[in-house]
T-cell receptor, first 113, second 110 residues
Framework: DTAVSQTPKYLVTQMGNDKSIKCEQN?????MYWYKQDSKKFLKIMFS???????INETVPNRFSPKSPDKAHLNLHINSLELGDSAVYFC????????????FGDGTRLSIL | EDQVTQSPEALRLQEGESSSLNCSYT??????LFWYRQDPGKGPEFLFT???AGEEKEKERLKATLTKKESFLHITAPKPEDSATYLC???????????FGSGTKLNVKP
């Protein structure tokens, strides 16, 4: 069983489009995260939700809007995609807020044409 | 500002050739330092957590150590299956945030 699963794995789209990435965890964790991994491999936190409540929003453009319908799901919607949005986006979860370790999904590679 | 720097960026070893990866950090109030392994096309996989200077953790051919300013991941007699990118991360006073380094890409040749 996959602990943290993301869909889709690859996303190729045109500049200006709107797209969503879905994430689900079956670990029973309370906290979920979105990270962006750029071409230099830095993983930077974007958002964190604890029991469906937003607790971290790291200077991310308003075009990015996370949504957590329940504590097992955290989706990421991106409006008006730009070239600079090309990256790999990882979803992660942890048992509780600030809990360790974090469990990661396998990432969604977003390519903007 | 909390920061993590890893070196070298890339490391090529022959099978059986032991070496160390470095993770230097600056953080306000270290709560934990973490090592992850990342294979191509996969998410980071947790290896170790270290909490205080002097602590050591071991798993098979890997041993992680921690000082007040840096951590080392020692790889003893590596095998080709150890090839991966190794990421270091820290959690500081703001326990909701984890800061990652850019990783060391290890390639072990048979």
């Amino acid at each position: 069983d996959t602990a943290v699963s993301q869909t889709p794995k690859y996303l190729v789209t045109q500049m200006g489009n709107d797209k969503s990435i879905k994430c689900e965890q079956n670990l029973g964790h309370d906290t979920m995260y979105w990270y962006k991994q750029d071409s230099k491999k830095f993983l930077k936190i974007m958002f964190s939700y604890n029991n469906k409540e937003l607790i971290i929003n790291e200077t991310v453009p308003n075009r990015f809007s996370p949504k957590s319908p329940d504590k097992a799901h955290l989706n990421l919607h991106i409006n008006s995609l730009e070239l600079g949005d090309s990256a790999v986006y990882f979803c992660a979860s942890s048992h509780r807020q600030g809990g360790q370790p974090q469990h990661f999904g396998d990432g969604t590679r977003l390519s903007i044409l | 500002e909390d920061q993590v720097t890893q070196s070298p960026e890339a490391l090529r070893l022959q099978e059986g050739e032991s070496s160390s990866l470095n993770c230097s950090y600056t953080v306000s109030g270290l709560r934990g330092l973490f090592w992850y392994r990342q294979d191509p096309g996969k998410g980071p996989e947790f290896l170790f957590t270290l909490y205080s200077a002097g602590e050591e953790k071991e798993k098979e051919r890997l041993k992680a150590t921690l000082t007040k300013k840096e951590s080392f991941l020692h790889i003893t007699a590596p095998k080709p299956e150890d090839s991966a990118t190794y990421l270091c991360a820290v959690q500081g006073y703001n326990f909701n945030k984890f800061y990652f380094g850019s990783g060391t890409k290890l390639n072990v040749k048979p």
